[in-house]
């Protein structure tokens, strides 16, 4: 059964864990949301599924994957069921390890009276040394995120979207890597406005250290659906080399970078959620980012970036393709409509 509370929206939560991992937390988390309507959509194996069964039961509405979706990004299956199935007109979408507070909640529901889709703005909690190092992608995201078509704010692992919206769309691509860059510009394709409040924080949970390192090639490999951003990540490699004898050059570079982070955590109050720290690793964050973009082209030639038993070509579709799609007029009949609600 569903919980039911009084904000007046459908919380999705697409899950699949591989491995019993912290279930009674988790329900605990969606036990407190004051929503009308929680929705967990859970692609574990039958073993995992049934000790969350069990966890969720007067929690959150559980079930499986509608049967007839067989996207490569699997968390698509499930947001797709989840809205399918939602009953309220405002959709909060939520990965495993997000955490609202109630007042975000709220909020993020209420900007839905002006906008299609809201995206907030992730933080970690605990601070963690490889959540440190992440968050100051988050920062530099905050001042450029590398789409100049959209605001300078971070992709968190949270959107709320009107759920009208998401039906005029016919939902969206789940065989992209970077899926909720694809669902943030379907929304917009259709003439939905985006709002991306750089003040609404939503804590997350860090991963562990092992998958946050298994994650780093992955995540690069999202630029490709951003070639200003993939651009400027590919020349800092051999930039740096060229300037291997210019080290008061290089140290310069890397301090205007923790300076642009810097006022990516200043912006809409970050101070209070950001650590300073988070700015200073900036520099190798970028270091990071460089070198693995060039790993990130070597999986590109060689068929995609593997996620599970997949591999992924495409990071995410252009903006311009989609505005074709969504167009109106025969050119566009062809390419509309990925997948039918």
Not at 62 to 89: E, Q
Request: aromatic share 8%; glycine share 8%.
């Amino acid at each position: 059964m569903s919980a039911q509370g009084g904000v007046d929206a459908t919380y999705v939560l697409p899950l699949r864990w591989t491995e019993p991992g912290p279930h009674e937390e988790l329900a605990g988390y969606l036990a407190g949301l004051d929503l009308a309507e929680t929705i967990v959509v859970d692609g574990s194996p039958p073993d995992v599924f049934a000790r969350h069964a069990a966890a969720l039961d007067g929690v959150a509405t559980h079930v499986k994957p509608a049967p007839g979706l067989r996207f490569l990004m699997g968390k698509v299956n499930g947001v797709v069921t989840g809205i399918r199935l939602a009953t309220r007109p405002h959709v909060v979408i939520a990965d495993d390890d997000v955490r609202y507070s109630p007042a975000a909640l709220r909020r993020a529901v209420a900007l839905l009276a002006e906008a299609d889709l809201v995206r907030p703005q992730n933080y970690f909690e605990p601070l963690s040394w490889h959540a440190r190092w992440d968050t100051a992608r988050s920062l530099l995201n905050r001042v450029f995120s590398g789409d100049p078509a959209q605001p300078a704010a971070d992709f968190p692992g949270t959107l709320a979207l009107r759920r009208e919206a998401f039906l005029a769309a016919g939902g969206y691509d789940g065989d992209v890597m970077f899926e909720n860059l694809e669902l943030i510009r379907t929304i917009r394709a259709v003439g939905g406005r985006e709002l991306a409040p750089l003040d609404l924080y939503v804590a997350r949970r860090p991963p562990t250290a092992r998958h946050f390192l298994s994650q780093r090639v992955r995540q690069a490999y999202d630029d490709f659906a951003l070639p200003l951003r993939l651009g400027f990540f590919l020349s800092l490699a051999p930039a740096a080399f060229l300037g291997r004898r210019q080290p008061a050059a290089l140290g310069a570079a890397a301090a205007a970078i923790a300076g642009v982070a810097e006022v990516g955590r200043r912006r809409a109050g970050g101070t209070a959620v950001f650590p300073a720290t988070a700015s200073l690793m900036a520099p190798l964050w970028l270091a990071e980012r460089a070198v693995c973009s060039w790993l990130a082209v070597a999986r590109r030639l060689t068929g995609g970036v593997r996620y599970g038993e997949s591999r992924i070509p495409r990071a995410a579709t252009p903006a311009r393709r989609l505005r074709r799609r969504y167009a109106p007029g025969p050119r566009a009949s062809a390419e509309r409509k990925p997948v039918s609600l």
